[in-house]
């Protein structure tokens, strides 16, 4: 087991990417708090499962963008585990208009969640992981479309362009007692890149790299035991990019 005796907070944890890691990073012996948003809680299909690690698991209530969540959600992780090994900024929106059709509310809600949430959640808990024993990890989940860009989605492109920003800032200045890395995923098989609702265009969009498919959960979370295990020991600041060659740096 690459994650054993470790305790991992994942935000958005209750279904796609941010589950997945959840379920894998249990697999790999570590401890999870799933944070999760009240209107989209975890299904009756996955709390069962969770139930076979419920020594290792804690479920809490989490809205990035409210201050006191986040405090709480902290707290609770401590008071339960003792320490964050590793801390996943995984809670994100996304917001498909073009800029013109772009409210200034629906921009700040989208950075409320996907930047500030990240930024705020890594404020609280970076002070424990400094005064740990062990080192430990942040790892931001941002997207290919930092690199590429994509027409009606500037507010989430700059958003996750930002997270790689933090990404490195933050190498240079918590490194070596914290490793801060991102992922930075291709198009994958999400309730929020469902390629079953998708319409032709769209499909064919993202479709248009040299994999020709849609990638995994199973796939980021794989990457994310690895940036969380000590086989990544000498990596810091570096965003890897599970995203089928969408995106070649």
């Given at each position: ?107 700040d809600d989208l950075m409320s969640v996907n930047l500030r949430g990240a930024f705020n959640m890594s404020r609280c808990a970076i002070p424990s992981m400094l005064e740990a024993t062990v080192s ?114």
């Amino acid at each position: 087991m690459k994650l054993k005796n470790k305790t991992a907070l994942v935000t958005g944890a209750s279904r796609g990417i941010g589950l997945s890691i959840a379920k894998r990073f249990l697999s790999e012996g570590s401890n999870v708090v799933l944070s999760y948003l009240a209107k989209d809680p975890l299904s009756t299909e996955d709390l069962g499962i969770l139930q076979r690690y419920k020594e290792q698991c804690l479920i809490v209530e989490c809205d990035v963008r409210i201050n006191q969540h986040i405090e709480r959600c902290v707290e609770q992780t401590l008071s339960r585990f003792s320490s964050i090994d590793t801390l996943i900024n995984n809670a994100g929106v996304a917001h498909n208009a073009p800029l013109t059709e772009t409210t200034m509310d629906q921009f700040d809600d989208l950075m409320s969640v996907n930047l500030r949430g990240a930024f705020n959640m890594s404020r609280c808990a970076i002070p424990s992981m400094l005064e740990a024993t062990v080192s430990s990890s942040i790892i931001n989940i941002s997207s290919e479309l930092a690199y590429l860009g994509r027409a009606k989605n500037s507010a989430y492109c700059a958003s996750k362009a930002a997270l790689i920003g933090l990404t490195r800032s933050w190498a240079r200045e918590f490194s070596p007692k914290i490793r801060v890395n991102a992922i930075a995923p291709g198009p994958t098989s999400t309730r929020m890149c469902d390629p079953n609702i998708m319409h032709e265009e769209e499909l064919a969009m993202e479709l248009n790299n040299p994999m020709k498919r849609f990638g995994r959960c199973s796939e980021i979370a794989a990457t994310a035991v690895f940036l969380a295990s000590d086989e990544s020991s000498y990596f810091t600041g570096q965003c890897l990019g599970p995203n089928g060659g969408a995106a070649m740096y």
